[in-house]
């Protein structure tokens, strides 16, 4: 009997033993399997940031972009009545005689002004 209990013994503790690296090892796996799913959340996490950021930045561009449109055309518009107000003073100054110093010839016996640009 003393017999059969040692070698009882001494198989519960062989499974014992065995069974140990095999539980060290799903622990170790089980380790693994926990730290990979907390970097595909914070994976997740970090892309839903990254789109947010994304679409801010967008908005904000085209926000930028429309106000950039409207500083061309108000400096275009700009230029354009700067231009058409020299171009009316210049023909003011011409088509009267008395103020016709920036070389504005008449013809012979006409009231006609040209202006020579050089």
């Known amino acids: 009997m003393s017999r059969r209990i040692s070698t009882g013994l001494l198989a519960v503790i062989g499974v014992a033993l065995l069974a140990s690296?095999?539980?060290?090892?799903?622990?170790?796996?089980?380790?693994?399997?926990?730290?990979?799913?907390?970097?595909?959340?914070?994976?997740?996490?970090?892309?839903?940031?990254?789109?947010?950021?994304?679409?801010?930045?967008?908005?904000?561009?085209?926000?930028?972009?429309?106000?950039?449109?409207?500083?061309?055309?108000?400096?275009?518009?700009?230029?354009?009545?700067?231009?058409?107000a020299v171009d009316q003073f210049g023909s003011d100054l011409c088509t009267n005689p008395g103020l016709c110093f920036l070389g504005c010839r008449t013809d012979m016996g006409g009231t006609d002004h040209i202006v020579e640009l050089e």
């Open 21 to 84: 690296p095999a539980a060290a090892h799903s622990r170790r796996e089980m380790q693994m399997m926990a730290d990979i799913r907390m970097l595909q959340e914070q994976t997740q996490q970090l892309q839903q940031q990254m789109t947010a950021a994304v679409e801010q930045l967008t908005a904000t561009l085209k926000t930028i972009n429309a106000r950039v449109d409207e500083q061309a055309n108000a400096t275009r518009k700009s230029f354009a009545d700067q231009k058409l």
